[in-house]
């Protein structure tokens, strides 16, 4: 594929996880923990949220290697539960933040897909305009429905994990922190040496994305 093509791919994959990572930190200075906001993480400039690596080697790799599938993440925030004041409540609502946030990008997407299918319809000229930003608002649903069902996963680091750790015996939690230290490996190796695992996660976006496909309809 061309260079240029994925260059709105990668600028949307950026957006959103920009703005999971500054929910993530919006969240966290609500419920009592500045560290995020004392290290400036709360704003959408790209540059304060990028991952070399996660953000684009990553991205870029996978978008020329695997039919034109990408995916990809920013640095975490840097987030203190001890400063919550409810810390089982705080910790478990910053983590859902950031899906939350996908999820509100999913639906600022498809209405942008009505927005854009009916201004093609308005004005035949610019087809090929509307079309390109049709495809570039899809791929928008599809990419923050990725990040909201993958990092549901309880496997740490990602947010599922946070919200399943006080869910578990007491006892069980500590060897479940130090799984951890390994977890982004275990992630990548998931991803890229067991492809099962990414088609699980592709079930219910599938899903999902017909019935935006659905809701598209119904307003055109």
Do not use: C
């Amino acid at each position: 594929m061309e260079l240029l093509s994925v260059l709105p791919v990668l600028i949307v994959l950026i957006f959103s996880i920009v703005v999971h990572e500054v929910a993530h930190a919006w969240v966290a200075l609500k419920e009592g923990d500045d560290t995020a906001y004392s290290l400036g993480r709360i704003t959408l400039n790209p540059i304060s949220h990028l991952d070399p690596f996660g953000s684009f080697v990553v991205p870029l790799a996978m978008f020329f290697f695997s039919n034109g599938l990408i995916f990809g993440w920013a640095k975490p925030v840097p987030i203190d539960p001890r400063k919550f004041r409810d810390f089982r409540g705080g910790d478990i609502r910053v983590s859902m933040a950031g899906i939350v946030s996908n999820l509100i990008l999913v639906v600022g997407f498809t209405l942008l897909v009505v927005v854009f299918v009916k201004l093609q319809g308005i004005f035949p000229s610019g087809q090929s305009t509307f079309g390109f930003l049709i495809r570039t608002a899809r791929f928008g649903i599809f990419i923050n429905l990725i990040l909201a069902f993958f990092n549901l996963i309880p496997i740490p680091p990602l947010d599922g994990s946070h919200v399943l750790y006080h869910f578990l015996p007491r006892a069980w939690r500590p060897a479940y922190q130090r799984v951890g230290q390994f977890g982004l490996l275990i992630v990548m190796g998931l991803v890229f040496l067991y492809p099962p695992f990414f088609s699980t996660i592709l079930l219910p976006v599938n899903v999902l994305m017909g019935l935006a496909d659905t809701f598209v309809e119904l307003w055109i």
